[in-house]
């Protein structure tokens, strides 16, 4: 599997689900990972799954890019207004973070609770993966390129959506009847699993 390239959609906040995965990468020879966003919010281990990917990045196994779910972090960092985050899941970070009941003074509670090691790897995420064949993003590219282009973020059921010319890859992570899909490049293939982690396919 050497010189592949795995691309994994969606995430948010499922730690085992993360790990299951990581898993089957493994088995199948760790194509570099690159995922697409929507690390956290919605699922309970936020600042876990942060840092299994910051690890893995670090590393050189990964790649990791931003998406709408990291730049609504900044965005209620910065702004100090969580109103925009905690509409699209972002309580469920704001517990995994701070670990415990939150205060009443909930922004300066999150803020001091988030690693500047984490706040520091979103702000410097790119956008867009690309190479001579591929584009990769985590709201779709633009259908113009004659780029295969790989996305995440619009879901699209259980299974990936994988065409001629592009694949969508948020089949529903952070819920319980969701899946975190890995997608295999050049090959097609695809790798999957369920909310506990377990393989639900595996498409070689």
Request: glycine fraction near 10%; proline fraction near 6%; aromatic fraction near 6%.
């Amino acid at each position: 599997m050497s010189g592949q390239i795995a691309f994994v959609g969606d995430i948010h906040g499922n730690l085992r689900a993360l790990q299951g995965l990581c898993d089957l990468l493994t088995m199948a020879g760790w194509p570099h990972a690159v995922f697409l966003g929507d690390y956290i919010n919605k699922g309970k281990q936020s600042a876990e799954v942060m840092e299994e990917l910051l690890k893995l990045c670090e590393s050189g196994r990964a790649t990791l890019l931003k998406g709408n779910h990291e730049d609504a972090l900044l965005d209620a960092l910065d702004t100090e207004d969580l109103a925009a985050f905690l509409k699209m899941g972002g309580a469920m970070s704001i517990r995994s973070y701070v670990g415990g009941k939150v205060g009443p003074e909930v922004l300066s509670h999150f803020r001091s609770a988030v690693p500047p090691r984490h706040l520091d790897a979103i702000r410097l995420m790119p956008k867009t993966y690309e190479s001579a064949e591929v584009i990769a993003q985590h709201i779709p590219p633009a259908a113009s390129t004659p780029k295969f282009r790989v996305s995440a973020h619009v879901p699209i059921g259980q299974r990936p959506k994988i065409g001629p010319r592009s694949a969508q890859l948020d089949t529903g992570c952070g819920r319980k009847s969701g899946r975190l899909t890995a997608l295999l490049w050049p090959s097609l293939a695809y790798l999957q699993v369920d909310a506990t982690g377990a393989a639900v396919s595996e498409h070689l």
